[in-house]
């Protein structure tokens, strides 16, 4: 049985870098046939997909575009997880962070989620 | 890309059925299978209920399914429980970023 387990600050302040780690369990972040996933909720944006990581013989990521050039999302295959950083945040991207197994184009398996709230 | 229209709320009796629609264009909802169904009750994560239109991942139970015609899709629940009360969304891959889409969200209430 797969799991996610989160960890990460739960306050940043504006400016900063909102920073969340996802530990797997029940696979390996190297699997050639899964990715990995970041997604948000708030009440503003709804659920809003970030980005992924995955492994096909070398490493890929994608990005949505409202993120683009804050976002970096990294495989740690020592530990066996990976990585959500987001840039210069602001109040606006307060929400509930999840991380996720993307497989078959669909979302299986969710870390528990993060409320990460970015306030001075 | 926006947001997959949902409605806002659908409520039922125990033991009815009910059905949520999903309405994207025909760059998500309407130009791919790829459309999944997530309940959600309050304070946890999503859970997939439905995935590539009308399969059940193991463990779901066969009250839900799924449909989808040109750009919207469907979740009926059948045979309403008190479980089922929860936010429900949809989402679908797209052709473009993000990749990944949800709806708006419906609150199903079990009356």
């Known amino acids: 049985q797969v799991q996610l387990q989160q960890s990460g600050p739960g306050l940043v302040k504006p400016s900063q870098t909102l920073s969340l780690t996802c530990a797997i369990s029940?696979?390996?972040?190297?699997?050639?046939?899964?990715?990995w996933n970041w997604i948000r909720q708030s009440p503003s944006r709804g659920l809003e997909w970030l980005g992924r990581?995955?492994?096909?013989?070398?490493?890929?990521?994608d990005y949505a575009v409202s993120v683009q050039g804050r976002i970096t999302i990294n495989p740690d295959t020592s530990k066996n997880q990976f990585s959500l950083q987001l840039n210069s945040v602001t109040p606006d991207d307060t929400a509930v962070y999840y991380c996720?197994?993307?497989?078959?184009?669909?979302?299986?398996?969710w870390g528990q989620g993060t409320l990460v709230t970015v306030s001075s | 890309q926006s947001a997959l229209t949902q409605p806002a709320s659908v409520s039922g009796s125990p033991g009815q059925s009910i059905t949520i629609s999903c309405t994207g264009t025909s760059s998500d909802v309407g130009g791919y299978n790829y459309v999944s169904w997530y309940r959600q009750h309050p304070g946890k994560a999503p859970k997939l209920m439905i995935y590539?239109?009308?399969n059940r991942p193991s463990g779901v139970s066969n009250r839900f399914s799924g449909s989808k015609s040109g750009n919207t899709a469907s979740l009926t629940i059948s045979g309403l429980q008190a479980e089922d009360e929860a936010d429900y969304y949809c989402s679908s891959y797209t052709s473009s970023s993000p990749l990944y889409v949800f709806g708006t969200g419906t609150k199903v209430t079990v009356l």
């Open positions: 029940g696979d390996s972040v190297s699997t050639n046939s899964v990715a």
């Open positions: 996720a197994r993307e497989e078959n184009s669909c979302h299986e398996y």
């Open positions: 590539d239109v009308s």
């Open positions: 990581t995955y492994y096909r013989s070398k490493w890929y990521n």
